[in-house]
T-cell receptor, first 111, second 116 residues
Framework: QKEVEQNSGPLSVPEGAIASLNCTYS??????FFWYRQYSGKSPELIMF????GDKEDGRFTAQLNKASQYVSLLIRDSQPSDSATYLC???????????FGGGTRLMVKP | EAQVTQNPRYLITVTGKKLTVTCSQN?????MSWYRQDPGLGLRQIYY???????DKGDVPEGYKVSRKEKRNFPLILESPSPNQTSLYFC???????????????FGSGTRLTVV
C-alpha cells in the first residue's frame, strides 16, 4: 500500500511568519509531487507541483523535494489569514495518472 | 472557462434508491477520476478513466459504477446506495502527464451526498 503521510495539525502561525508543511511518502519510485490547498467545504486547488530534487519557488510558496529522504515540503512566506486552509500533499507513483493524497494539514494563520 | 462541472452539489437520498452524479469537463482531458473525501480519511480514489471506454478501479470501488462513453463525461453511479456512502465526492480531470507543464488535476466543486 503506497502511503502519503502528513501531520493533521492544526499548525498555527502568526500573520507574516513562515509556515512549513511537511509530507513523507513510502514509494521510492514516486515521480511527481503536488501541493493542493482546500478551503472548508470547497474543492482542492493546485498550488504547485515539483518533480526534481531541490527547491521550486512560486511567489510566496516554495516546494522542496528530497527523494533520498522521501520527503516533500511546502513553505509559505509572509503567511496571511487567507492562507488558513487544509493543505494536501499528493504523489504520482507512475501508475497511469493516479495521484495518492495525504490526509492534509490544517493551517491556521492568526492575525 | 476551463472547468469540471459536477451535479448535483447536494443530494439527500434513501437507502437503495439508484442515483447518478454527473461530471463533465470542457478541457479535452483524457484522464478523469472520482474521489470521495471523509473526515480523517482524506481523499480516496473510487474509479478512474484513462480515455473513452477505458475505466479502472481505484482504492474504494465497492458499491460504485462508472462509464466513459464520451471524452467529456464521467458519471458516477450508485445502484443501491447505503449510509456508508454518505460523503463528499469530487470529480477531477487532467491530461495524461500532469507533471509536464500542465495544471495537474482540476477538481469539480464537489457533491455532498447523504444517504439515510
Amino acid at each position: 500500500q503506497k502511503e502519503v503521510e502528513q501531520n493533521s495539525g492544526p499548525l498555527s502561525v502568526p500573520e507574516g511568519a513562515i509556515a512549513s508543511l511537511n509530507c513523507t511518502y513510502s514509494d521510492r519510485g514516486s515521480q511527481s509531487f503536488f501541493w493542493y490547498r482546500q478551503y472548508s467545504g470547497k474543492s482542492p486547488e493546485l498550488i504547485m507541483f515539483i518533480y526534481s530534487n531541490g527547491d521550486k519557488e512560486d511567489g510566496r510558496f516554495t516546494a522542496q523535494l528530497n527523494k533520498a529522504s522521501q520527503y516533500v515540503s511546502l513553505l509559505i512566506r509572509d503567511s496571511q489569514p487567507s492562507d488558513s486552509a487544509t493543505y494536501l500533499c499528493a504523489v504520482n507513483y507512475n501508475a497511469g495518472n493516479m495521484l495518492t493524497f495525504g490526509g492534509g494539514t490544517r493551517l491556521m494563520v492568526k492575525p | 472557462e476551463a472547468q469540471v462541472t459536477q451535479n448535483p452539489r447536494y443530494l439527500i437520498t434513501v437507502t437503495g434508491k439508484k442515483l447518478t452524479v454527473t461530471c463533465s469537463q470542457n478541457m479535452n482531458h483524457e484522464y478523469m477520476s472520482w474521489y470521495r473525501q471523509d473526515p480523517g480519511l482524506g481523499l480516496r480514489q473510487i474509479y478512474y478513466s484513462m480515455n473513452v471506454e477505458v475505466t479502472d478501479k481505484g482504492d474504494v470501488p465497492e458499491g460504485y459504477k462508472v462509464s466513459r462513453k464520451e471524452k467529456r463525461n464521467f458519471p458516477l453511479i450508485l445502484e443501491s446506495p447505503s449510509p456508508n456512502q454518505t460523503s463528499l465526492y469530487f470529480c477531477a480531470s487532467s491530461t495524461l502527464t500532469p507533471w509536464t507543464g500542465s495544471n495537474g488535476y482540476t477538481f469539480g466543486s464537489g457533491t455532498r451526498l447523504t444517504v439515510v
